[in-house]
């Protein structure tokens, strides 16, 4: 069951409105790795968790967490929309920088209304939109919830990850203080986060129930493993033997890397399979027949003055 609470958990309103910085904001929200994401990604994550109770209760805490995320941005874009020019869109001069200046606007609200994502208008009434920043709509795609706990919070470190860098950047593309104030709290939720899935990610390898590769619990004798722990190098130069992964013991602690430095192929050249006839593809040769027809090297299906036998 879930309860709404009327509070933001933070938030600092835009001293001013800015439409073009409410539609890169929009990243944060409907984008790949935005709240949208997150807050699913945890949630079904949580509700499929069949492991210890610790693990699906703080999925939940964190998914629901997110929502309260969604809504604090949602209120930010809400003031940045607030009293914009849309009226110029309306009015729409074939110039409308020239026409701004002759009738006394200010050019810059022109050209902030004229970038603007149009749907902020028309269709969300100066609202936040499911979208990220260039209108592509928000997709169930984005979100991993495998059902193996370390391969999902590993996942999640990764979200985290390229949603506090977005968080970062957007941090530096404005100058409005109450949007630092607000994206502050954020970030440093995402440093949280970032923490809370580097513990549980050991919390679960020390609890035995998962552990490297994932998933642990495949029988390591049915996989080839004298190719377990090779480094093929397929590229010109060989600095990629100066790494952790070319030598050593492995991370799992199972094997020894090993360094290959030029890689052969160890399967033969490919013969494809002939196309089936009915298919029409195109087979390698064809034998002539009776009546100047051809068939596929395979036999099959021959066509004769429009009809056909077999």
Not at 18 to 44: N, R, S
Not at 118 to 135: F, K, N, Y
Request: hydrophobic residues 35%; charged residues 20%.
């Amino acid at each position: 069951m879930f309860y709404h609470n009327k509070k933001l958990q933070y938030f600092k309103p835009p001293e001013r409105p800015d439409p073009v910085y409410a539609k890169k904001i929009q990243e944060l929200i409907g984008g790949t790795f935005g709240e949208m994401t997150v807050m699913m990604q945890y949630l079904f994550q949580g509700w499929n968790c069949r492991g210890p109770a610790k693990y699906r209760d703080m999925l939940l805490d964190v998914g629901t967490e997110e929502i309260g995320h969604i809504e604090m941005l949602a209120t930010t874009i809400a003031h940045l929309l607030d009293k914009a020019p849309v009226k110029m869109q309306e009015d729409g001069a074939q110039d409308p920088v020239v026409g701004a200046v002759m009738g006394g606007s200010d050019p810059r609200d022109v050209i902030m209304t004229a970038a603007m994502n149009p749907q902020h208008a028309i269709v969300s009434g100066l609202g936040a939109l499911p979208t990220d920043s260039v209108g592509f709509p928000w997709n169930g795609r984005f979100i991993v919830a495998s059902g193996n706990l370390l391969a999902d919070f590993r996942s999640n470190l990764h979200a985290e990850s390229q949603g506090r860098l977005q968080a970062v950047r957007l941090y530096e593309m404005t100058n409005d203080p109450g949007v630092k104030d607000t994206l502050s709290f954020m970030i440093a939720r995402d440093t949280m986060h970032q923490n809370l899935w580097l513990a549980a990610i050991e919390d679960l390898e020390q609890s035995g129930l998962e552990s490297t590769p994932v998933p642990s619990s495949f029988p390591l004798e049915l996989e080839k493993r004298e190719f377990a722990y090779q480094f093929w190098n397929h590229s010109e130069g060989n600095e990629s033997a100066e790494g952790r992964w070319a030598k050593g013991r492995s991370m799992d602690h199972k094997g020894e890397f090993q360094y290959v430095a030029n890689p052969q192929p160890l399967g033969p050249q490919p013969e494809p399979p002939q196309p089936e006839p009915n298919l029409h593809g195109t087979p390698q040769s064809r034998q002539p027949q009776g009546n100047g027809a051809t068939v596929p090297p395979s036999g099959g299906r021959v066509q004769i003055k429009g009809s056909s036998t077999s």
